[in-house]
């Protein structure tokens, strides 16, 4: 199994509600990632899980709430989110973090999310 | 810290045909990974090509081949006999081998290609 996989593929929700983002990888990945893309532009790096640990928040904010259940497992819990917040969510795993075990990272299709 | 351009907002290509995209980047840094990710219409990112800096020699995956130029800082794109499913946005990304940043892919804003048939 090469491919990480998301659920949903598309989410609308309004400001007052809490959803979550699921994504799941079975090929023994130890670093998971999420990322914001916004139409037309590159991905931007939101968290990095290491060992089921986080270990990078690029200052985002705190409506987002990532959880690394287990080393396969990876979601990302929604709640007071803005308009602004509608984007692609992308989610990645790569074999590391660190060292020669870094190598790619593999991506998922993506959750499309609008905000009402 | 680490930057990558890509100078061509969008490309179009004939099918059947070459076409070359760019990227150059800065870095102090003496070794490092650059990759090159297709994302087509239906969103999902598939690694097209990895170079690492310390080969010398240009990586190559069937039609996709990549003019590596490390004193330049140079690294192109070339897809050979375009086929309409290469139609897609190509970033160029660059990522430190280690250090406390290597998680990080830094990515160029994106090359939009169309072929045309």
């Known amino acids: 199994d090469t491919e990480v996989t998301q659920t949903p593929k598309h989410l609308v929700m309004g400001m007052t509600n809490k959803k979550s983002l699921k994504c799941e990888q079975h090929m023994g990945h130890r670093a998971m990632y999420w990322y914001k893309q916004k139409a037309k532009k590159p991905p931007e790096l939101m968290f990095v899980y290491s060992y089921e640990k986080l270990s990078i928040n690029e200052s985002v904010p705190s409506r987002f709430s990532p959880e690394c259940p287990n080393s396969s497992l990876l979601n990302l819990h929604l709640h007071a989110l803005q308009p602004e917040d509608s984007a692609l969510y992308l989610c990645?795993?790569?074999?590391?973090?660190?060292?020669?075990?870094?190598?790619?990272?593999?991506f998922g299709p993506g959750t499309r999310l609008t905000v009402l | 810290a680490q930057t990558v351009t890509q100078s061509q907002p969008e490309m179009s290509v004939q099918e059947a045909e070459t076409v070359t995209l760019s990227c150059t980047y800065d870095t102090s840094e003496s070794d490092y990974y650059l990759f090159w990710y297709k994302q087509p219409p239906s969103r999902q990112m598939i690694l097209v090509i990895r170079?690492?800096?310390?080969?010398?020699q240009n990586a190559t995956e069937n039609r996709f081949s990549v003019n590596f130029q490390k004193a330049a800082k140079s690294f192109s794109l070339k897809i050979s006999d375009s086929q309409l499913g290469d139609a897609a946005m190509y970033f160029c990304?660059?990522?430190?081998?280690?250090?406390?940043?290597?998680?990080?892919?830094?990515f160029g804003k994106g090359t939009l290609l169309t072929v045309n048939p």
């Open positions: 170079q690492e800096a310390y080969k010398q």
């Open positions: 990645a795993s790569s074999p590391g973090v660190t060292g020669q075990h870094v190598n790619e990272q593999f």
């Open positions: 990304a660059y990522r430190s081998p280690s250090g406390g940043s290597n998680y990080k892919l830094t």
